[in-house]
């Protein structure tokens, strides 16, 4: 191998833009354990983290003629990664049940930080924002509904035997929040 140092995270990406496979695996070296724990927040199984993951760096290689060298690398990487896991959810959602794709929206609701990136942190309060609002814009029963299930933990069947409605009634109602949460958050959730 060659015993290169870069100068900067620039001229790594400059080296990448010019298909430089050495430079490009420097990039894989640094930045996959850091990847990998991102993905392992979105996705339960670590090999479908990994997969996402080889996926983000197969999809840089192949766009690395469009990558900006005066972009924030930590950011173009970390969202590209994020929406990985967000398709990779998005399509899993489609492979399950109902209860499933509620687990899904729970976990993609998990509001997950990027520690070293202060704009996250900021985006994060704001998404935590709109999706209270969300929230509070229900129906008073919808809300009282969707809060006793997704924040209280409660099950459907002691949801429908506290407030001596059918459960049927109570999937109806998580069924409409969760649509009205969509519709509201579409722009925070690509799979929504």
Known sequence: MRDVKFSNINSLLSLIKNGDKFAYRVLYNVYYPKLLHIAKSYVANK?????IVQDVFIKIWHKKDTID???????YIYQITRNACIDFLRAAKNRLSVEGNIEQLEAALN????S??????ILEEELKQQILSAIDSLPDKCKSIFIKSRMEGLKNREISEELKISKKTV?????????????????YFFFF
């Not at 070293?116 to 942190?121: G, L, Y």
């Not at 109806?172 to 958050?185: M, T």
């Open 171 to 187: 999937e109806g109602h998580i069924s409409k929040a969760i649509k009205h949460l969509r519709l509201h958050l579409k722009h």
């Open 116 to 121: 070293d990136d202060t704009a996250s942190s």
């Open 47 to 51: 090999e479908d983290a990994e997969e």
């Open 69 to 75: 060298i005066n972009t924030n690398i930590n950011g």
């Open 111 to 114: 509001f997950h930080v990027l």
